[in-house]
Nanobody
Framework: QVQLVESGGGVVQAGGSLRLSCAASGRTFGSVVMAWFRQAPGKARDFVAGITLISGSTYYADSVKGRFTISRDNAKNTVYLQMNSLEPEDTAVYYC????????????????????WGQGTQVTVSS
């Protein structure tokens, strides 16, 4: 089993910045991909950013490109999401996800393809 714990959420004014952290523990050996998703009230859980843990390749939703940066520290089993130029539309609960079994049909932006999830951290951006 793998456990994921997010931290770093909070309340910030529009234009501000926050950095989220996601620490993985347990049987993390063999983990391939980690990603951030977000879910606003009454909406679906949407992909934000993802990173492959070996090569460090990164992927972003169009809505956050140029504003958010995902990174990883493999020694600490931790993934970060640096969020700059925050907008009220970024308000949501942010979830960290991890996947270890990546087959040819794996879709990085698809929430249902991930086996492990954190509990979420609230990000609120005021206008």
């Amino acid at each position: 089993q793998v456990q994921l714990v997010e931290s770093g959420g909070g309340v910030v004014q529009a234009g501000g910045s926050l950095r989220l952290s996601c620490a993985a523990s347990g049987r993390t050996f063999g983990s391939v991909v980690m990603a951030w998703f977000r879910q606003a009230p009454g909406k679906a859980r949407d992909f934000v950013a993802g990173i492959t843990l070996i090569s460090g390749s990164t992927y972003y939703a169009d809505s956050v490109k140029g504003r958010f940066t995902i990174s990883r520290d493999n020694a600490k089993n931790t993934v970060y999401l640096q969020m700059n130029s925050l907008e009220p539309e970024d308000t949501a609960v942010y979830y960290c996800a991890l996947e270890q079994r990546v087959s040819s049909g794996f879709s990085l932006p698809t929430a249902t393809h991930y086996d492990y999830w954190g509990q979420g951290t609230q990000v609120t951006v005021s206008s």
